[in-house]
């Protein structure tokens, strides 16, 4: 399976997500990281995908992920994938997203920020003062910033 249907910047961004993904820089991440990845993502990989990723036993490299991600992607709307994300990382019950559970989402897919950087992200998904993300404002700033973070 190629990957042409996804653009060179989703190819870099999606480059970009493996790389952090990939903590011990081996070239590989493993299927759990590749699936939290894209769940977080808002893909929810399906019998297809997991058959892809089937013969993989060591490790996803690079390429392989970007194969599989053109192949969820084809398979959920924006709109779903940003539902999807919001409902994940905030609960099954929960109507807003707090700063320790958007930490806890970040550090799912291996994504370490600094204090200073993670409060600048909460602050800027946060409409004003708020001390929570309500599902306006994580449309909204996925609005604005949508393209590079969930390519």
């Known amino acids: 399976m190629a990957h042409s249907s996804l653009t060179e910047e989703q ?4 480059s ?4 952090m993904i990939d903590t011990d820089r081996d070239g590989l991440i493993t299927k759990e990281q590749a699936f939290q990845a894209w769940k977080l993502l808002g893909y929810e990989p399906n019998e297809q995908v997991s ?17 599989v991600l053109a192949l969820c992607m084809n398979q959920t709307s924006f709109e779903d994938r940003i539902r999807h994300i919001f409902r994940i990382i905030a609960g099954t019950q ?10 806890n989402a970040l550090s799912m897919v291996t994504i370490d920020l600094t204090d200073d950087m993670f409060l600048d992200l909460f602050e800027q998904m946060a409409n004003d003062d708020d001390e929570e993300i309500t599902y306006e404002d994580f449309l909204a700033f996925l609005r604005q910033n949508g393209d590079y973070i969930f390519y």
Request: overall charge positive; cysteine-free; aromatic content about 8%.
């Open 51 to 67: 058959e892809e990723l089937k013969s993989n036993t060591y490790g996803i490299n690079l390429q392989k992920y970007l194969e």
């Open 16 to 19: 970009s997500l493996f790389k």
């Open 11 to 14: 190819k870099s961004n999606a």
């Open 94 to 103: 929960g109507n807003t997203i707090s700063k320790r559970q958007l930490q």
